[in-house]
């Protein structure tokens, strides 16, 4: 399996309600980023976080991460339909010539 | 300033032709990186270029693939005897500097479909 794998594949919530999407990976890393997508074209950046970090927030973003279980989490707080996208985690892997590993991403729908 | 962008945005091209892609990355940008994203996939690295330093390649799915990069400056991704698999759409993102702890910024795609 891939390095990085979200969890869900896919979530649809109601406008409003809060999404929380999963990454595992399997090496370590130096740091984790996510990005988001949309309509399969380039991505945006929205959020790095280091290795001896454990929590981050932007705007209404929250990631988390927990290198001693190898995941982890972006949470999207008080949803948009703007926000109807695929969200990926990439990790930069420790000693992986730094290239960053992409998962497989989260289909995110926004239901009005 | 202007962003990642690349060309053309869409490529239709016949079975054993050769296709050449086009990345112009974010001025004094000194990293660039290709993948390819099938459809419903996630990001496949192919190669990234730093400085004067030689391209990882390590990710080319084989030799008819290739790039280059002129200083720092425009990249070329050439698809030499293309196949339908390589039917994908492929992205170009360039940033300050090594994957660790820069953010990519991507240009929107070159969406390549091979008949």
């Known amino acids: 399996s891939q390095q990085g794998e979200e969890d869900p594949q896919a979530l649809s919530i109601q406008e409003g309600e809060n999404a929380t999407m999963n990454c595992s990976y399997k090496t370590s890393i130096n740091n984790l980023q996510w990005y988001r997508q949309n309509s399969g074209r380039g991505l945006v950046h929205l959020i790095l976080i280091r290795s001896n970090e454990r929590e981050k927030h932007s705007g209404r973003l929250r990631v988390t991460l927990d290198t001693s279980k190898k995941s982890s989490s972006l949470l999207i707080t008080a949803s948009r339909a703007a926000d109807t996208a695929s969200y990926f985690c990439a990790t930069d892997e420790t000693g992986g010539n730094e290239k960053l590993t992409f998962g497989t991403g989260t289909r995110l729908t926004i239901i009005p | 300033g202007a962003g990642v962008s690349q060309s053309p945005s869409n490529k239709v091209t016949e079975k054993g032709k050769d296709v050449e892609l086009r990345c112009d990355p974010i001025s004094g940008h000194t990293a660039l990186y290709w993948y390819r994203q099938r459809l419903g996939q996630g990001l496949e690295f192919l190669i990234y270029f730093q400085g004067n330093s030689a391209p990882d390649k390590s990710g080319l799915p084989s030799d008819r693939f290739s790039a280059e990069r002129t200083g720092e400056s425009v990249s070329t991704l050439t698809i030499q005897r293309t196949q339908q698999e390589d039917s994908a759409v492929y992205l170009c993102?360039?940033?300050?500097?090594?994957?660790?702890?820069?953010?990519?910024?991507f240009g929107p795609g070159t969406r390549l479909t091979v008949t």
């Open positions: 993102a360039s940033s300050l500097g090594l994957a660790g702890d820069y953010e990519q910024y």
